[in-house]
Each structure stands twice: as structure tokens, then as C-alpha cells.
């Protein structure tokens, strides 16, 4: 079983692997379908500390690679499938393989599609759900949203009343699309509410007192998480909290 798993070959994930690595956790480096996240596609970097003339983007991204792998982080190829986060120790899976984790560290960076959102890619998985039957278990307790205002959307609103505190239906039209039963049912639910014509233009990982999510165990990183400010050195500082963090709940287990 590992001590900390990355999912992400970022900023945020090799800065991460870099701390946890010199706090002698051994991390496990997912690195992701976009290995070295934005900065690999990146040209020059000029506003990254330490360089004055800047940069190469894939260099600076394989410097810190270096830099992790040398202090001992490890490295995986791959890109995470589904992450079980209902308890401890934590299930990463990567097509059939499973990885037991005590922490995990999502620093997945952005990418994007299905609403056309940048970050809804990146958060598949780990809030981010496109099958309620599936992934509804996991959610039990915590406020839902759901997307659409279709019988498919009415189908999943009404299954995920069984695990959530709330069901929140985002639709971008005055009134719902579903058939005329699926409305009523959804209507009269007390669990469910309605925001009206309104479209969705971005998901974000929120964290808590530093990178902590709502999963004690698990923590953000990177772009996944920040929604003002979105560089390199931001995401490398975040990186590092959560590495921190990761250890300190390490250290104060049982």
C-alpha cells in the first residue's frame, strides 16, 4: 500500500511528489493522458523564478521530474479510471490495475469536454460523475448538482435523492424538457431544487484550509483547484501545501 499517490505530472503534482518524496512517503506519480500538464505544450517560460532568460516549457517539467525521481518519488504511466473514496485505505484504478493509497493528491491540471467545460475532464472522477447509478454511493451525504433538464437528467435527479443531501438541477431553460410524468415526480421531490436558465461555465475541486477537501485523506492541487490565479508558481506553492498536508495527516493517524 502506498503512502501518497499524485494523480497529475504538473506543476502542482511534481512539486507535490518533491516534498512528499524529501518527507520519505515514497509518492507514486500518476502522470496523466496530458503527462506534464500544461507547461509540456508550453514554449517559453518567463516568469517562472530562477530563470532569468526563461524557460522551455517540457524542460522545466522534465528539471522538476528530475528533481522528484532523485529524492525518490516514483513514476507511473497511465491515466486514472475510477478512485474509490468511500474509505480507507483509498482504491485507484487504472484499467485493471488497483493501487491502495492512505492519501492521494489530485493535481490532474485542466483539460475539458462533454459540457465544454475546461475543467470537467480533469475532475471526472472525483466530483465530477456522468453516470448517477454508478457513482451515486459515493456521494451519499454531500449536496449534488446535475446538469440538463431531460428525461435522462429527471432520471438521474430522482436516483441520487437516495444518497444526497440535496440534488441541485442547473437548466438552461425556464422549464424542463423531460416528460410531463418525470417532471412531477421531480417537482414534488422535497430533496430537489431548480436554478433556471442558467448554463454552467466552469467545475472547480473546492478545498478547505489549505488543500483539504471534503474527503479527510484527500487533497487539491494546481489548477483543479484555483480559480483566480492559474500559473506555474501558483501551482508549484499549492503543490507543496498539499504535500505538507498529506504528511502532517500521516503523521497524525492512529
Partial sequence: MRNV?????????????????RANLRPLVIRGVEAGGQLSLTTLVENYPGFPKGVQGPELI????????????????????????????????????????????????ASAKMLGLESERKLLGHGVSTCATCDGYFFRGKPVVVVGGGDTAAEESLFLTRYATEV??????????????????????????????????????????????????????GDVQDRVYRQAVTAAGSGCMAAMDAERFLEAEP
Wanted: charged fraction near 25%; hydrophobic fraction near 40%.
Fill in 62 to 109: 522534465q528539471l522538476m521530474q528530475e528533481q522528484a525521481a532523485h529524492f525518490g518519488a516514483e513514476f507511473k504511466e497511465g491515466d486514472v479510471t475510477r478512485a474509490d473514496l468511500s474509505k480507507q485505505p483509498f482504491v485507484v484504478e487504472l484499467g485493471n490495475e488497483r493501487i491502495e493509497t492512505r492519501t492521494l493528491i489530485v493535481a490532474s491540471g
Fill in 168 to 221: 441541485t438541477v442547473i437548466h438552461r431553460r425556464d422549464q424542463l424538457r423531460a416528460s410531463r410524468i418525470m417532471q412531477d415526480r421531480m417537482l414534488r421531490n422535497e430533496k430537489i431544487k431548480f436554478i433556471w436558465n442558467s448554463v454552467v461555465t466552469d467545475v472547480y475541486l473546492k478545498s478547505h484550509d489549505g488543500s483539504k477537501t471534503s474527503v479527510p485523506g484527500v487533497f487539491a492541487a
Fill in 5 to 21: 499517490v499524485i494523480i497529475g505530472s504538473g506543476c502542482a503534482g511534481l512539486t507535490a511528489a518533491l516534498y512528499s518524496a
